[in-house]
């Protein structure tokens, strides 16, 4: 199975980007989904979290800004970021986790996104 992450790349602050991930089979039946970041020099963290009923959390960091879904019949999940912050400059990965068997979690390559000041 691949995840294939993309849609990063340069924007000044304020502006907006949307990820997506594309998995290669269709994983996300009874499966959650979510984002991580990890910053230069910092710990991967969660972002934002997507179950398989459709709840999502996010960090405290980027509520407001951050919209996470997912598409199950296309096997596709998504971010859209609102006002950038150059804080939010990160590789961003995205996951997939199913805990009821046959278990599983899956993580895309990242996709960098650089936020100018």
């Known amino acids: 199975v691949q995840l294939q992450a993309s849609g990063g790349g340069l924007v000044q602050a304020g502006g907006s980007l949307k990820l997506s991930c594309a998995a290669s089979l269709n994983i996300f039946t009874n499966a959650a989904s979510a984002w991580y970041r990890q910053a230069p020099g910092k710990q991967r963290e969660l972002v934002a979290f997507i179950s398989n009923l459709g709840t999502t959390i996010y960090a405290d960091s980027v509520k407001g800004r951050f919209t996470i879904s997912r598409d199950n019949a296309k096997n596709t999940m998504s971010l859209h970021i609102d006002t950038l912050k150059p804080e939010d400059t990160a590789v961003y990965y995205c996951?997939?986790?199913?805990?009821?068997?046959?278990?599983?979690?899956?993580w895309g390559q990242g996709t960098l996104v650089t936020v100018s000041s």
């Open positions: 996951s997939i986790r199913r805990l009821m068997s046959p278990t599983y979690n899956y």
